[in-house]
């Protein structure tokens, strides 16, 4: 079973977001802000990392390139969650090493893709 982390400020969107990979028989772990969420990169190890870009206390610009400084985690698969469709903040993210970008709201079919190809599958 593969471990998604889902960094997101939004209790709503990170309740549904577990509940439907929950359904779809994914192990869910999930952090409120970017500091919660690095620290459970670094505790747990998830397969894959679905972080919101902005949030209070560290971003999820920050959350990458933090990942990214520890040898630990940083072969994690990163998507960027995001309501903010600008094409400079897109390859921002991407720049920084995220495999995916995803944009709010999106639907169960187009998460399941990209997980699937974060995951090389």
Known sequence: MKTVLIIEDNFEIRENTAEMLELEGYAVLEAANGKLGLELAKEKHPDIILCDVMMP??????????L????????IPFIFLSAN?????????LNL???????KPF???????ELKRGLGK
């Open 97 to 103: 090493g995220a495999c995916g970008y995803l944009n």
């Open 68 to 75: 990214k400084k520890d040898a630990n985690i940083s072969g």
């Open 107 to 113: 639907t169960l079919q187009e998460l399941l893709k």
């Open 57 to 66: 206390e560290i971003d999820g610009y920050e959350v990458l390139t933090q």
């Open 85 to 93: 469709t600008e094409k400079k903040d897109i390859q921002t993210g």
